[in-house]
């Protein structure tokens, strides 16, 4: 096969001179597109589409039938979570190179936990006439993103848009700061905000969104399905599902005011996604996206999905409505974009940041012995067979070997790793005592995440994808699938299919309706669609998907 290559290439070489020569003229390469929009639904199974696609006729109808389809796209590494798939999508790389190997995470020179926006150099700049103080800036991303190689090489600099919920997801879309970049989210408080890495004084075009339409509005409404009840899929109110498990959600609290349980319940409903929607169509129409010549970067994070997820289950009518609802959010955006923009002169690449496990107690039937960990227990079983096996009086002062432990990664106590290393049969003591206890798979050590030898063993390859050297622990624990350390609703996190497949969906100009079953990853996208504008992404590992070009 690698002998045949060359000599195929060369006559499919001859072969396109030959048609050049019939044709006369060779063809222009078509214009780049106007503007690029990258939309992320956060916590968004693979199988979603094949479960629930039948429920939707608009935005995401769309994406589906026009667009070119990669259905076994998944992460490879195993910390799924937000800030890396996040950070992985904008940047075509994993979190081994672009560093957000967590949402949080251990800072050994402050001694305490960040989250992965965090910059105390950095303070708030907000909307609509409110205020908040937080301290975010893109400043621990260590790779490029799409929209700053676009930066770096377009002749007119980019007008860049990043609107999300999540201070994490609108951060790593944006990337670099520039003069006509856009960050906007939620800050957890109904407070729109930015950064002062963006700008020194609120922008007027995101101010007269927030003031016209704070998030109080909508206090009292109640969000109830979409469609009528027989067209959701399993039942509603779930077992371990939150109270109240039935529609409808009132959006209300007991104060009868738009407080900040109102808050948490209308982040929690689709009507979040909707503001979204709305403030990036009212951004792309006031900047102007696509309007002139270049490109332009619209990037959207849509929340709701992995909110509502957490507490209800990817089975919930609550889930499977959030969809339907986002369908018709998408549509509006799309129908905005199509007049704004043009329909053939942008295009759009969509996935997620992660999937989500069932909730374990509606699970026994599919994987017996599903279950959680408690925190405490956890944390004191590994505290207890480091001490076990390296000696009393080790080189912990606290009273534990275990600093901290943030999802898989366990960070221990200065010294603790040295002596466990040095100490002869304690690791293989401490890993046998370990996985000994239920729903426990494997542990790895430092030096083996760290270590460029092949493995066969997955899990240590997913695992090596989520490892920095200095970031990330100096144990990685990893539980066996559908197993969760905390008390209710679920989570993600794991090395396993239903946490690392995600819809990977491109389509606009440029694009070929398809179906592919090539591997793929969402690490792609950026590559995909930096192609597209003509730019490569230098530092990427994803690749330009070509069976999704036309
Ligand atoms: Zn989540």
Redesign the pocket.
């Known amino acids: 096969m690698t002998i045949l290559r060359p000599l195929t290439a060369f006559v499919l070489a001859i072969g396109g001179v030959g048609a050049m020569t019939d044709a006369q003229t060779p063809q222009a390469p078509p214009a780049p597109p106007r503007l690029v929009v990258m939309l992320v639904v ?2 968004m199974r693979a199988d979603y589409i094949s479960l629930y696609g039948h429920q939707w006729t608009k935005g995401l109808r769309r994406l589906l039938d026009t667009g070119a389809v990669f259905p076994l796209a998944a992460y490879p590494y195993a910390y799924t ?2 800030c890396p798939g996040h950070a992985t999508i904008s940047t075509g790389t994993f979190p081994n190179t672009h560093g957000m190997i967590g949402n949080e995470w251990y800072d050994r020179e402050l001694g305490k936990s960040v989250v992965c926006t965090d910059d105390a150099s950095q303070t708030s700049v907000s909307f609509g006439g409110r205020s908040v103080v937080e301290h975010h800036s893109v400043a621990r991303l260590n790779a490029l993103t799409f929209t700053d190689e676009l930066r770096i090489h377009a002749v007119r600099q980019p007008t860049v848009v990043a609107v999300s919920l999540k201070a994490r997801s609108a951060i790593t879309m944006a990337g670099t700061p520039s003069p006509t970049t856009y960050a906007v989210w939620e800050a957890g408080n109904g407070t729109w905000t930015t950064s002062t890495a963006y700008t020194s004084t609120p922008w007027p075009v995101v101010d007269a969104f927030a003031t016209k339409h704070p998030i109080s509005e909508d206090y009292g409404h109640a969000w109830t399905r979409a469609l009528p009840p027989a067209s959701y899929l399993f039942s509603d109110s779930g077992v371990a599902e939150i109270a109240p498990a039935e529609f409808p959600h009132k959006l209300e609290s007991k104060t009868g005011k738009p407080d900040s349980d109102y808050g948490v319940l209308w982040r929690r409903s689709p009507l979040a996604d909707r503001y979204v929607g709305r403030l990036s169509q009212h951004l792309a129409r006031e900047l102007k996206l696509g309007q002139s010549a270049g490109t332009d970067v619209l990037a959207v994070s849509f929340s709701a999905l ?1 909110i509502v997820g ?1 507490e209800y289950g990817p089975h919930s009518h609550e889930v499977q409505d959030v969809l339907v609802r986002l369908d018709e959010t998408l549509g509006e955006l799309l129908d905005t974009l199509d007049t704004l923009v043009g329909r053939d002169r942008y295009v759009l690449g969509m996935s997620s940041d992660h999937g989500v496990a069932q909730i374990p107690e509606q699970d026994q039937n599919v994987v017996p012995g599903s279950g959680r960990h408690s925190s405490t227990a956890l944390r004191n079983a590994i505290s207890a067979a480091i001490e076990t096996h390296v000696g009393p009086g080790g080189p912990w002062t606290a009273g534990s070997p275990v600093t901290s432990r943030l999802g898989p990664n366990v960070y221990l106590a200065p010294g603790v790793l040295a002596r466990v290393l040095s100490t002869a049969g304690a690791r293989e003591a401490i890993n046998t005592s370990l996985v000994a206890i239920e729903g426990v798979a494997r542990i790895y050590w430092a030096d083996e995440l760290g270590s460029l030898v092949a493995t066969d063993d997955p899990i240590l390859r997913a695992a090596r994808l989520s490892y920095m050297p200095g970031r990330s622990g100096d144990m990685m624990l990893i539980f066996d699938p559908q197993w969760m350390a905390q008390s209710t609703g679920t ?2 996190g794991t090395p396993y299919l239903f946490d690392q497949r995600v819809p990977l969906i491109f389509a606009g100009a440029g694009i070929k309706p398809g179906r592919h079953l090539a591997s793929a990853t969402p690490a792609d996208l950026a590559p995909t669609l930096a192609h597209l504008v003509g730019l490569t992404m230098g530092q990427a590992t994803g690749r330009v998907l070509v069976e999704a070009l036309r």
């Open positions: 956060d916590q979570v937000t992995d957490h989570t993600h």
